[in-house]
């Protein structure tokens, strides 16, 4: 059972086709949805799909890619997005893989504050739509939510084909009426519906499009490959002294509270807090122990944890990131809140053994995540939380599980 396409608001989305009727098969329904709720679409076709029969001569080709502009411009408007002005990139048909670092550059002169990014799933079995996807990954916003659609996967590949990415799959289950608005886009591109002109066949025939006449669409969750950028984070302390609300925010106050309620010993030796952050649980953490070690690889986050801690001269508060700023032990508690999933694997399966290495035995690690998946991570909540709970130095004492974070605090063996 794929579970549901996360209803969250977005303000812009970049769409990106390979071909005009990419973004109609794929994610027709999703597009009303946005469109219907107020985010703006920006829709950029790389090809005219003027190659879709490969035999015709250049003239032929020619004019199919002027249809194929008419037809997309039809389909819109059979969806209630008239508005939206597809952007024409122009580039060759079929010929996308040779193209790569122009489609990068070009898709990045359209991304800027968006903060949803549609593109065709990047392993998709046609060699257009890898080149589109790698390219809109590549020039995607880090602030921005990538998901990908898949189009040929129904068709050429077997459900249980390793290459699909099921646990990053969302399902988004379409109204009547939406699902009747992309059957009459979809009839819009009668070039792709009918034999060529020498007799070939359809290049949507109804066995194709049986899968796209159905009530639901499914896309897949297109995380990041790397750690998110120290940059990020600090153009967000530039923007405010408290970015994420730490001190005033009831989900922050509510999950500081359920740390400090979970610890299970009442006073620790030797506490590190990475990621620190402005500090407000630095000082928490601070009345439970004898020393603690803060840091953060954002300059401006040490100067605010060191300033809320100023009167307390047993935290040392520095400059540092994991997994090399884990320091060595004995450490009897390691605090993780709201940082292990924007760590790619390397760093993080880095972190979790050097924390272990550091931990003394029966230490403990506590950590607390957002579930929801923020958009510069590599990983969401649960799945950070799975690969700590399966490390075999470490067993589960503790588990809190809400709506909004999962919470576990770990023992050393």
Known sequence: MIPDWPEEPFERALVVAAHPDDETLGASGLLQRLHAAGTAVTLVVATDGEAAFPAAGLAERRELGRTRRQELRDSLRAQGLSEVEPVWLGLPDSGLASHGDELASVLSSHADGHDLCLLP??????????????????????????????????????????????????????????????????????????????????????????????????????PPRTSAPVSRFASLYEAADDPWSVATKWYERRKRAMVLACLPDERYGTVVEPACGV?????????RADRVVAFDPVPAAVERTRAAVADLSHVDVHIGAVPSGVPDGPVDLFVYSELLYYLDDDALSATIEASAAALRPGG??????????????????????????????????????????????????
């Open 121 to 222: 799933w990047p392993d998709d079995p046609h060699p257009d739509h890898q080149a589109v996807a790698r390219a809109a990954l590549a020039a995607a916003p880090v602030s921005a939510q990538c998901w990908s659609y898949p189009i040929w996967l129904w068709h050429r590949l077997r459900r249980d084909d390793p290459v699909i990415p099921w646990p990053r799959a969302r399902s988004l289950r379409l109204t009547e009426a939406e699902r009747d608005a992309k059957a009459a886009a979809i009839a819009t591109f009668t070039s792709q519906l009918k034999p060529g002109p020498r007799g070939e066949e359809p290049i949507l025939p109804e066995e194709v499009l049986a899968h796209f006449s159905g009530g639901t669409e499914v896309f897949f969750r297109e």
């Open 364 to 413: 403990h690690l506590l950590a607390a995540h957002w579930l929801p998946w923020a958009p510069e991570a590599p990983r969401d909540g649960r799945d950070t939380h799975a690969r700590l709970l399966a490390h075999p130095a470490f067993e589960p004492l503790v588990e809190h599980t809400d709506e909004q974070f999962l919470l576990h605090v770990l023992r050393r063996r």
């Open 279 to 287: 500090g407000v649980l630095t000082r928490d953490l601070a009345a």
